[in-house]
Nanobody, 124 residues
């Protein structure tokens, strides 16, 4: 079993930056892709960003393009989400997840392993 642990959340003002981390442990870690998702109170969980573990190719939700950057570090079995120009509407619990399905297309659904989440709150 793989364990995913997110960190780096916090309370910031609009316009600030945060970097979230997701560290994996528990098995040989080589997923097809790693994703970040978020869930705001009263809303459904939504896709934020995805990165292919092997190549680093990434994709983003339109709402975060140009502001967020996803990256991964093979040596540390860690995926990051660099968030800049944060807005109050970015407030949510952020989750990382692993996609083990060997799909040639970066997916935004069907993830198998999830972390416990980290809270990001952006004040106006």
């Amino acid at each position: 079993q793989v364990q995913l642990v997110e960190s780096g959340g916090g309370l910031v003002q609009a316009g600030a930056s945060l970097r979230l981390s997701c560290a994996a442990s528990g098995r040989t870690f080589s997923p097809n892709a790693m994703g970040w998702f978020r869930q705001a109170p009263g809303k459904e969980r939504q896709f934020v960003a995805v990165v292919r573990w092997s190549t680093g190719n990434a994709d983003y939700a339109d709402s975060v393009k140009g502001r967020f950057t996803i990256s991964r570090d093979h040596a540390k079995n860690t995926v990051y989400l660099q968030m800049t120009s944060l807005k109050p509407e970015d407030t949510a619990v952020y989750y990382c997840a692993a996609d083990w399905n060997p799909s040639p297309v970066l997916r935004i659904t069907g993830y198998d392993s999830w972390g416990q989440g980290t809270q990001v709150t952006v004040s106006s």
